[in-house]
């Protein structure tokens, strides 16, 4: 005859861990405590820096935008100032 050990085995075996210490010390824990404080300040640096550099990015492609229309009105053409660098640096190099 097979006697059925239902719900009670899992909770059989799970207070087998318990009972044979398996769990954390309260060192352990503090230490995995401080270690996820310190990776959420990181997360939180990383995060301001990346939310600075995306602000600076935008602003600098905002100056490009107005340089690069401040140039149309004065009748510049960025491209010929590149051929002409370009143009002035072959001539020096002969």
């Given at each position: 005859?097979t006697?059925?050990l239902g719900?009670?085995?899992?909770?059989?075996?799970?207070?087998?861990?318990l009972?044979?210490?398996?769990?954390?010390?309260?060192?352990?824990?503090q230490?995995?405590?401080?270690?996820n404080?310190?990776?959420?300040?990181?997360l939180?640096?990383?995060?301001s820096?990346a939310?600075?550099?995306q602000?600076?990015a935008?602003?600098?492609s905002?100056?490009?935008e107005q340089?690069q229309?401040?140039?149309q009105?004065?009748?510049?053409?960025?491209?010929?100032?590149?051929?002409?660098?370009?143009q002035?640096?072959?001539?020096?190099?002969?």
């Amino acid at each position: 005859m097979t006697r059925n050990l239902g719900p009670t085995l899992p909770g059989f075996v799970a207070s087998l861990f318990l009972a044979t210490g398996c769990a954390h010390s309260e060192q352990e824990w503090q230490a995995q405590v401080r270690a996820n404080e310190q990776l959420r300040a990181r997360l939180e640096t990383t995060q301001s820096q990346a939310t600075a550099l995306q602000a600076a990015a935008t602003q600098s492609s905002t100056k490009l935008e107005q340089l690069q229309r401040e140039l149309q009105v004065a009748g510049v053409d960025p491209n010929d100032l590149h051929k002409g660098l370009e143009q002035q640096a072959r001539a020096s190099e002969h």
